[in-house]
Every structure is written in C-alpha cells, then in structure tokens.
C-alpha cells in the first residue's frame, strides 16, 4: 500500500454515522458540560482518529474544528492530518501559539505558547482538550466560580505535570486566557478559564 492510501484509510474512518445529529448532540454536552464546571459528560457516538486519545477528543474535534480553526496536537501525525483535514477541514499546525485548539495525550505537556487572546478579544484564545488517566477517582481538585453553587469537588488522575499552577495563572488572566476540556475515554469535564482549580484540603 502506498503513504497515500494509507493517509487516505485512515482519513475516511473514525466520523459521525449521522454528521449532523451527532455534531450537534455533542456541541449540546459541551455547552452542558461548559454551563456546569465540574459536571462529567459521557460521549456516546463510535467515532476514533488516529493520534486522538479516545471517543470523546475525536467527538469534540469533528464537532469544534473547521477550515477556519487551526489545531495543535501533542501526536502529531500525517495520519491525523489528513483525519482532520477530510473530517473537518481543519488543518494541523506545527506552532502552538497558531492554534484554535489543541489536543494533547495523556502524559503531554501543555505547551507555554498557546493564545490567550486579548482584553478587547478574549475568544481569540485556544480551547485545549487534555487527556487523563481517570475522571472521577484520584486526587481531589475544589473547583468554584461561576455556574457552581459554592464549591464542586473532582477527582482527577493523571493530569500533566504542573496543571495547578497552569490553571492558577491562567485564571488571573480573566476574561484572556485558556478554556480547559479533559477527557478520560468516553468521559469528559470542562474548566472554563473562569472556574478556580485548587487542591481539595479535605
């Protein structure tokens, strides 16, 4: 088989069965899972990319991207380029801070340059979408702010190396900075870049 039928294999499997119904019941959990920091989702639709961790990265990736978006991967492949390009239209970006969004694998770093938009154009910021061993079990985070009633308690393992000082500074940036998706297989959570992200004292 030549490179260019094997991009082309695996560019045409891993979609929606049903595009649009799908998008747009996954674009429904985001927003859910956005309006409610902390709450987990569970993505249902059979769909893999090669070079994404799991259903619910390749799930957000159809529904977020488009020609229009750039994207970084912690994975980076031609396989995955051309999974995004034929499945989104999306193109992949060597250079972080060109990014729309970034997908980044279990144990993957976040990368420093990543756009954090502006005061006058805070969406001009990257969402990243970071895949973790669990969500659920493992060390306990105490999320607050707005769309949690007081505070929200989460267990998360396998988050990257340095995620809490990520988020702390991140937060102090508001309105600018980095919305947060994490993944976990089928799962996902959201961390808007409002919500503090802090270590459970018990």
Request: proline share 7%.
């Amino acid at each position: 088989m030549t490179q260019a039928n094997s991009l082309l294999d695996a560019s045409l499997d891993g979609g929606f069965g049903q595009p649009v119904f799908e998008a747009q019941a996954t674009f429904r959990l985001l927003m859910d899972a956005m309006a409610r920091p902390g709450h987990i989702c569970r993505i249902e639709a059979a769909v893999a990319a090669p070079g994404l961790a799991g259903p619910a990265q390749a799930a957000l990736a159809l529904t977020l991207c488009d020609a229009e978006t750039p994207v970084w991967c912690g994975n980076a492949s031609p396989e995955l380029g051309a999974w995004f390009a034929f499945q989104t239209g999306a193109s992949v970006t060597n250079t972080p801070d060109a990014a729309a969004f970034a997908f980044i694998g279990q144990g993957e770093g976040v990368p420093d340059s990543l756009p954090l938009g502006t005061q006058d154009y805070p969406d001009r910021s990257a969402t990243v979408v970071i895949e973790v061993r669990s969500i659920g079990k493992g060390e306990c985070f105490r999320l607050a702010g707005p769309g949690i009633d007081g505070h929200r308690d989460l267990a998360l393992d396998g988050l990257p190396e340095g995620f809490v000082a990520f988020r702390t500074a991140n937060c102090a940036l508001f309105p600018r900075g980095i919305d947060v998706v994490l993944t976990a297989g089928r799962e996902l959570v959201a961390l808007p870049r409002s919500t503090h992200f802090n270590p459970s004292e018990g």
